[in-house]
């Protein structure tokens, strides 16, 4: 099945929706308030639940535990999921050290770089020479990689992952990249959305809507 990408961004958001309802003490949850939580439809929420067979009851909606569990299934949440950091400058030891992802369940397993300075093997999550890539991944089952490299290096960097086991990688490089056939590309480019950010405040500031006048 080829799901759209859009899709697998609002189940996993329903998931994230659902895990803090659960965590408040909630044992059911609604088409309506899914919708709400995530700003779409209630129709759309049924849609893509439908898409997966995942099925509810009209007035007694859905069991948030057994919806968690089978999106945990199909969103590969019930495996390890492992990734490493390939550049270790500011950026991507602020990325190896965030405590965000331990909270839902992934683990940064290793850094690597070309920088003797920053080389550390021994550390909580060692920081490796690039020149073991191939080795490491291949050892450790990686399928996903984060790019904090310098922009010149970013296509080289791709070209070697995709003769291994990685299957995709997040690109913090201004350089965007392409996703290809086995191997998908996340773009992240930071000065971008601060840019944009800039450009939707100040439309707003000078094209008032009508419920603003």
Known sequence: M???????????????????????????????????????????VRKDFSMFNLTGN??????????????NVLLGKDKKQKVVIIGCGKLGQALMNHNGFPRVGIRVVAGFDSDPAVLDAEAPIPILHIKEIKDFVTKNQISVAALTVPEPCVQGMVDTLKK???????????????????????????????????????????NPTDSDI
């Open 2 to 44: 080829n799901t759209n990408h859009e899709v697998i961004r609002r189940l996993s958001k329903y998931r994230n929706v659902m895990r803090k309802m659960k965590e408040l003490g909630l044992v059911k949850v609604f088409s309506d308030n899914l919708a709400d939580a995530v700003g779409v439809s209630p129709s759309l």
């Open 164 to 206: 291994t086991c990685v299957k995709g990688v997040i690109n913090f490089a201004p350089l965007p990249l392409k996703s290809s056939d086995g191997f998908l590309v996340h773009n992240m480019n930071m000065e971008q959305e601060i840019e944009n950010l800039f450009y939707n405040i100040h439309f707003a500031e000078t």
């Open 58 to 71: 009209k007035r007694g909606g859905y069991r948030i535990d057994d919806l968690v569990s089978k999106l």
